[in-house]
């Protein structure tokens, strides 16, 4: 099953992105990876979750606005030119990363990357041509 | 210097019989000549016959801004239209504009106004005028612009804009008065800093502003800063355009014209008269235009008329500066815009709602909006350059509605303070008291 990550609009207040961790922690809710991109105004939290209608509920609960987008997740080699090949194949097809924010984890030992891409089927495409581990949810949940 | 020592020193007694009798030609005029005000009389039951002391005047019914637009375009003209020889109108941008027509005789008399005010600046046939007020239907460029002559004083007729032209004559001219909205004198002020002028490049002795509301604080600044006396001007298109009321050398609330317009202060929620000194809006009655008079205008302006005496020696009537509005409506850069503008364009965007909030503010010279909008599931991005295209885009949709540019900014939903369920719509955080 594809990824899908959920963004959440946060205003640059105080103690905002802790309501929003909280409301998911009380539901059980466990953040696999997450990043924020932020301007002087306002913030927006992405995030990889253990349960997508889970977190979904507790942030709208608390009046957050809450969206889903698709991310292309990849293993990479967790050594020095892993990224730079995963972007290569990108490059040759000319496909434009909107963003992407990377963790580890200690169950494999390869760097995971959350890719944004603005076409998602292309750049699946290209990156499964190009010879990448794509990683689904099923995948995810037992790393 | 006092330019009609006659009109603007006259006695008590002298004047309320004059303005009785100037009403009560006026009123028998528009019931004859404008089938407007015919039907809105016998409506309400009044018959100009029953006009006998001022006391009588509360009778009359009110006329507002609507019935001015529904007269669209030359509806309420009292005068065959071949002896308008001038038109003005507002701008329209919120709603249909209201149109303004002048006799020869209206013009003289906007004429003389505009000398008194100029007078009350200091000025006189000597001084050099140098008019940043925008020419066109707008009534500001024109009507100074026919005072200055009236009086035999030099107009320069600059209009607004081009700031570098506007000093660079203010100096090789060495214009005496300064005549413009104040956020526009802020501005050359600041760029005559900018520039390495100072107040002694220039030969400005008084500046004469008004068409939106301005603070003491900004006066003293631009005093400091131009080297001038600052004196507010009042007017509105409906009735005239500027020169209704001025500001004398002692600051101490505008000289209203008297002879020409009747002013009262009424509660604007019963139409009650209030008592001198008493806050309130202000309602103004042309009591000698004959190209568009307008009887018991309701302003909307919030003031109050003070009568004691003013050290200069004239004997009109003065108002307090305008400190705010008994409608919603904002004047911004000048420009009148009502919250429901900006509600109708927000409307138009998908995924938007109207919970929406203006915030209006000055943080240096220039007035600037912020409507903040609630950032919907529809609307949200998980990118940053989407949701900024978006703002720009709802930023665009108002300003092609209300003329004026606004920043936007998302906000989480019903972040938005609310007030018995509806959000606050307008935060005007510019101070004019």
């Known amino acids: 099953m594809n990824v899908k990550q959920l963004s959440v609009f946060l205003e640059n207040k105080e103690g905002k992105l802790k309501k929003a961790v ?34 979904k509920e507790a942030l709208e609960s608390e009046k957050f606005t809450v969206k889903e987008t698709e991310v292309i997740v990849v293993g990479v080699k967790d050594e020095p030119n892993g990224l730079n090949t995963i972007l290569e194949i990108l490059e040759k097809e000319s496909i434009n990363v909107e963003y992407l924010y990377a963790f580890v984890s200690t169950k494999v030992d390869e760097a995971i990357v959350v890719f944004k891409i603005e076409n998602y089927e292309e750049g699946v495409k290209a990156l499964e041509n190009g010879g990448a581990t794509l990683l689904s949810k099923e995948d995810l949940d037992e790393i | 210097m006092i330019w009609n020592p006659i009109a603007e020193c006259m006695g008590k007694e002298e004047k309320e019989e004059m303005q009785l009798s100037l009403l009560q030609k006026q009123v028998k005029r528009v019931y004859e000549n404008v089938p407007f005000y015919k039907k809105k009389f016998d409506e309400a039951g009044f018959h100009p016959d029953d006009l006998k002391t001022m006391e009588d005047l509360s009778k009359i019914p009110f006329t507002t801004k609507d019935d001015l637009r529904q007269a669209y375009p030359f509806g309420l003209f009292a005068v065959p239209e071949d002896e308008i020889i001038e038109i003005h109108s507002t701008s329209g941008t919120t709603g249909t504009p209201v149109v303004s027509g002048y006799t020869q005789k209206d013009i003289d008399i906007w004429g003389e106004c505009i000398a008194r005010a100029i007078g009350m600046a200091g000025g006189d046939k000597h001084s050099k005028i140098q008019n940043s007020y925008g020419y066109g ?35 090789d001219f060495q214009s005496d008065i300064l005549t413009c909205t104040p956020s526009y004198a802020m501005y050359l002020a600041e760029s005559l800093e900018k520039e390495g002028f100072t107040a002694d490049d ?88 004959e190209g568009m008079p307008v009887i018991r205008f309701r302003t ?20 307090d500066r305008i400190t705010g509005r008994s409608d919603d409506m904002l004047k911004i850069k000048g420009v009148m815009v009502y919250p429901s503008q900006i509600e109708a364009a ?45 703002e720009r885009r709802v930023a665009r949709k108002i300003q092609n509605t209300i003329g004026i540019s606004v920043d936007v900014t998302l906000v989480e939903p019903e972040s938005l303070p609310r007030s018995e369920g509806k959000a606050i719509r307008v935060i005007d955080e510019r101070n004019f008291d």
């Open chain 2, 346 to 390: 927000i409307l138009q965007v998908d995924g938007l709602t109207a919970n929406y909030q203006i915030h209006v503010s000055r943080p240096k010279t220039l007035d600037e909006i912020e409507v903040k909008v609630e950032a919907s599931p529809e609307v949200f991005s998980d990118e940053m350059k989407k949701i900024e295209e978006f």
């Open chain 1, 22 to 55: 909280n409301a998911m922690s009380q539901k059980g809710v466990n953040i696999r990876a997450l990043s924020i991109a932020d301007s002087s105004k306002y913030g927006i939290l992405r995030l990889i979750v253990s349960d997508n209608e889970a977190a």
């Open chain 2, 202 to 289: 220039i030969s400005l002795q008084a500046g004469i502003f008004g068409a939106e509301m301005w603070t003491e604080e900004m006066r003293k600044s631009l005093e400091e800063k131009l080297g001038i006396t600052a004196h507010n001007i009042y007017g509105l298109t409906e009735l005239m355009g500027p020169g209704v009321a001025t500001e004398c050398e002692h600051q101490t609330g505008l000289h209203i014209q008297e002879d020409h317009f009747y002013p009262e202060i009424i509660d604007s929620d019963t139409g009650e008269i209030l008592e001198e000194g008493q806050k309130g809006e202000l309602v103004l009655t042309n009591l000698t235009r």
């Open chain 2, 137 to 171: 239907l707008f009534t500001g460029g024109f009507g100074i612009d026919h005072g200055a002559k009236y009086m035999g004083a030099t107009v320069i007729p600059m209009s607004s804009g081009n700031t570098a032209r506007q000093l660079k004559i203010m100096e």
């Open chain 2, 300 to 319: 909307k302006d919030i003031t109050a008329l003070r009568r004691d005496e003013c050290p200069c020696g004239r004997t009109t009537v003065r108002m």
